[in-house]
């Protein structure tokens, strides 16, 4: 019993560096009180006194801000840094080493007995306000951002955010795949459209940049394919007239260009030469 006292209180030193000594620790931290009042609530659920075992449960809630149902299965070193709002369901298995941060919810979706919360495993991190919705599994050090919710299982190692939670990073290698395309070109593309697919750090990127920067890779890859088929077309017939795409003008987005600097403040305004556009219209009318 002390050495698992021991074993807790020490796993708040080694996760908050807040922590100064032995005594602060035992007296001033809910989270490690709300862990030790749930050993002994758990100890009397299987024991079958359920009453009891509620009452110190909600005896707990009302001290630490903590709520545990003592149904719940607490692994070895379980931290709960400040705790207040924190919430964990009856069928809810944590494992060994689990850090929550204040107004964590792990709570389920269904109505129905049975295994309805989720599942922590070893060494998973998940951050204040985050909701870990349903009977699916977390993977081992998998890291759940800040008010993300989420309903899905989660790969081990990976790294969500978001509503609903979207997996970011998942666990290393996290090597991006090796695309034939020339990085000036790509640069050239992100331009054109106005969209800086590099704006993100590496280290917690954007799952919309990444689809955005998806799609002007394929557009790249789809612009080199065509040519090359009408550099073919041609060696095969000299009579083939190679023709040109359209190109994009800033006056096909003038409305969404215009919605954009009220979002986002004034931006340089584009240069507008009316004797080229007059130009351009002569040649197309031609």
């Not at 799952?207 to 799609?215: L, T």
Request: some cysteine; overall charge negative; proline content about 5%.
């Amino acid at each position: 019993m002390f050495q698992r006292l021991r074993e807790d209180i020490n796993s708040v030193f080694a996760r908050d560096p807040a922590a100064r000594n032995f005594l602060e620790v035992l007296t001033n931290y809910p989270g490690l009180h709300a862990l030790l009042l749930h050993r002994l609530a758990h100890w009397l659920w299987k024991k079958h006194l359920k009453w009891l075992a509620r009452t110190l449960s909600t005896f707990s809630r009302w001290l630490t801000g903590i709520e545990i149902h003592p149904g719940a299965k607490i692994g070895r070193r379980f931290f709960i840094d400040h705790g207040m709002g924190v919430v964990i369901g009856e069928t809810a298995e944590v494992g060994d080493d689990v850090t929550l941060y204040q107004g964590v919810t792990l709570g389920g979706t269904s109505w129905h007995k049975g295994k309805r919360h989720p599942t922590l495993e070893q060494g998973v991190i998940v951050g204040a306000g985050a909701k870990i919705l349903g009977p699916f599994t977390v993977g081992a050090g998998a890291k759940v951002g800040s008010n993300a919710v989420v309903t899905k299982e989660v790969p081990a190692g990976a790294t969500v955010v978001g509503i609903p939670g979207k997996i970011v990073k998942r666990e290393e290698p996290d090597v991006a795949a090796v695309l034939d395309i020339d990085p000036a070109r790509r640069e050239a593309i992100c331009q054109k459209f106005g969209f800086d697919a590099y704006g993100v750090s590496e280290d917690m990127p954007d799952p919309v940049a990444r689809s955005i920067q998806a799609m002007l890779d394929h557009m790249h890859a789809v612009d080199e394919r065509i040519e090359r088929m009408c550099g073919t077309l041609r060696k095969l017939d000299a009579s083939y007239r190679d023709g040109r795409l359209p190109e994009l003008r800033d006056e096909d987005f003038a409305d969404i260009l215009d919605d954009v600097d009220a979002c986002c403040g004034p931006t340089k305004p584009a240069q507008h030469t009316p004797g080229e556009d007059d130009k351009g219209d002569t040649q197309h009318n031609g």
